[in-house]
């Protein structure tokens, strides 16, 4: 696996249950019992970040994901953790319940709204920077997508569509993600890391290959 800028690789990597994973990310702060938690699944673009987060979702039975792209739509590539903190985290963080719409949502007539209902127990945040150093005072817990930059890429550009505009953006965007990721390093913070890209044999709907820990060694 070729990982990216300043990154270091995962030694040994292991088939686990996302119930297990669930476990160890959930259980790095007991201490907070009062309203929802708050986890972050964190990587490189490409990387599976939204397959992760869809896949506790279906195992956390009250769970609501947030895509950081949708608070920065229009607005800007990293510019944005105010925008989530104010929005999202903070009345999450005050038991109220959320219906944001960002600054660009209005001014470009998107509808709809970043909600969260009362009474959700888990909050997903889910993209590049989930888990950076402005927001990370409201985390519970966070989880770093570690994955091959060549398969990312691959899947990056696949997922824009493929044409030569698609591979422009993707280079674009990637000199602007590893500068912010290299200064950030969210993966020194993780609770966890998941291998976003695996080469192993897993089942897909019930389990994730996920780093070995010092307790699992």
Same mark, same amino acid.
């Given at each position: 696996?070729?990982?990216?800028?300043?990154?270091?690789?995962?030694?040994?990597?292991? =088939?686990?249950?996302?119930?297990?994973?669930?476990?160890? =990310?959930?259980?790095?702060?007991?201490?907070?019992?009062?309203? *929802?938690?708050?986890?972050?699944?964190? !990587?490189?673009? !490409?990387?599976?970040?939204?397959?992760? *987060?869809?896949?506790?979702?279906?195992?956390? *039975?009250? $769970?609501?994901?947030?895509?950081?792209?949708?608070?920065?739509?229009?607005?800007? &590539? %990293?510019?944005?953790?105010?925008?989530?903190?104010?929005?999202?985290?903070?009345?999450?963080?005050?038991?109220?319940?959320?219906? &944001?719409?960002?600054?660009? @949502?209005?001014?470009?007539?998107?509808?709809?709204?970043?909600?969260?209902?009362?009474?959700?127990?888990? =909050?997903?945040?889910?993209? =590049?920077?989930?888990?950076?150093?402005?927001?990370?005072?409201?985390? +519970?817990?966070?989880? @770093?997508?570690? $994955?091959?930059?060549?398969? *990312?890429?691959?899947?990056?550009?696949?997922?824009?569509?493929? +044409?030569?505009?698609?591979?422009? %953006?993707? /280079?674009? @965007?990637?000199?602007?993600?590893?500068?912010?990721?290299?200064?950030?390093?969210? @993966?020194?913070?993780? $609770?966890?890391?998941?291998? !976003?890209?695996? #080469? /192993?044999? &897993?089942?897909?709907?019930?389990?994730?290959?996920?780093?070995? +820990?010092?307790?699992? #060694?």
């Amino acid at each position: 696996m070729r990982v990216g800028p300043g990154e270091s690789q995962v030694g040994r990597w292991k =088939v686990i249950r996302i119930s297990e994973l669930i476990e160890q =990310v959930l259980g790095v702060n007991p201490a907070m019992t009062q309203g *929802a938690k708050i986890v972050a699944v964190d !990587g490189r673009s !490409g990387g599976g970040k939204s397959t992760l *987060a869809n896949q506790l979702h279906r195992f956390l *039975a009250n $769970s609501t994901i947030v895509h950081t792209d949708d608070v920065a739509w229009h607005h800007s &590539y %990293f510019g944005w953790s105010e925008l989530l903190i104010d929005g999202v985290l903070r009345p999450v963080h005050a038991n109220q319940p959320v219906d &944001y719409r960002p600054p660009a @949502w209005d001014s470009r007539r998107r509808p709809g709204s970043i909600s969260v209902d009362p009474g959700c127990e888990v =909050v997903i945040v889910e993209g =590049v920077g989930a888990s950076r150093l402005e927001v990370w005072p409201w985390l +519970t817990a966070s989880i @770093w997508i570690q $994955s091959d930059m060549e398969e *990312a890429e691959r899947r990056g550009i696949a997922r824009d569509g493929g +044409t030569e505009e698609a591979r422009r %953006f993707w /280079m674009d @965007w990637m000199r602007e993600e590893n500068e912010f990721l290299a200064e950030q390093q969210p @993966w020194t913070r993780a $609770s966890a890391i998941v291998n !976003g890209t695996p #080469a /192993m044999d &897993y089942d897909a709907e019930q389990e994730v290959v996920a780093a070995v +820990t010092s307790r699992q #060694a």
